[in-house]
T-cell receptor, first 112, second 116 residues
Framework: QKEVEQDPGPLSVPEGAIVSLNCTYS??????FMWYRQYSRKGPELLMY????GNKEDGRFTAQVDKSSKYISLFIRDSQPSDSATYLC????????????FGGGTRVLVKP | GAVVSQHPSRVICKSGTSVKIECRSL??????MFWYRQFPKQSLMLMAT?????????EQGVEKDKFLINHASLTLSTLTVTSAHPEDSSFYIC????????????FGSGTQLSVL
């Protein structure tokens, strides 16, 4: 069993819809939770960063962490075709700048 | 966000040759950088941790003599794939740790290596 599980998709939504992404994990030591966006053949771009449980909102993005369930989510409101990409969750036990354990990524397609 | 520059973005080489990939933090100092490898439609797999002024730490199963890492300054780490073979063809990505104001990792744009 992988430490971090993420549905590979693809997840196809119409423009303007809410995109809902999630990851589950098994290591209770994870304290820092990140979401990255990766376009094809590009490096990942940090979208959201959360420490421990709770919610965090930044523009159209909302990240949620439920440590009791070992479950994290990312919501993208008012999705745009430019949001079409692969979304990777990542976690760390020590600090956000330490070794990250990544999920496999979910490919998202936003159709105009 | 912080900028991490990675070069080259794409390289094609013959089997048996060596290839060097550079990773630079342009607007911050990075004592620690990480090197990842990514196969098509798969996630990033950590290869090694590069610390400025000291030897790199390799993950289990990564050949340190094949993937040479040098972190000679606070803004530059290099990965050299020695005696490359077709199975080394992959997408290589570096990341740099920025510690202020909040510790985060920022990634380079990746290098697609194709070994013929």
């Amino acid at each position: 069993q992988k430490e971090v599980e993420q549905d590979p998709g693809p997840l196809s939504v119409p423009e303007g819809a809410i995109v809902s992404l999630n990851c589950t994990y098994s290591n209770s030591a994870f304290q820092y939770f990140m979401w990255y966006r990766q376009y094809s053949r590009k490096g990942p771009e940090l979208l959201m960063y959360t420490y421990s449980s709770g919610n965090k909102e930044d523009g159209r993005f909302t990240a949620q962490v439920d440590k009791s369930s070992k479950y994290i989510s990312l919501f993208i409101r008012d999705s745009q075709p430019s949001d079409s990409a692969t979304y990777l969750c990542a976690m760390s036990a020590g600090a956000a700048g330490n070794k990250l354990t990544f999920g496999g990524g979910t490919r998202v397609l936003v159709k105009p | 966000g912080a900028v991490v520059s990675q070069h080259p973005s794409r390289v094609i080489c013959k089997s048996g040759t060596s290839v060097k990939i550079e990773c630079r933090s342009l607007d911050f100092q990075a004592t620690t950088m990480f090197w990842y490898r990514q196969f098509p439609k798969q996630s990033l797999m950590l290869m090694a941790t590069s610390n400025e002024g000291s030897k790199a730490t390799y993950e289990q199963g990564v050949e340190k003599d094949k993937f040479l890492i040098n972190h000679a300054s606070l803004t530059l780490s290099t990965l050299t794939v020695t005696s490359a073979h077709p199975e080394d063809s992959s997408f290589y990505i570096c990341s740099a740790r920025k510690t202020e104001p909040v510790e985060k990792l920022f990634f380079g744009s990746g290098t697609q290596l194709s070994v013929l």
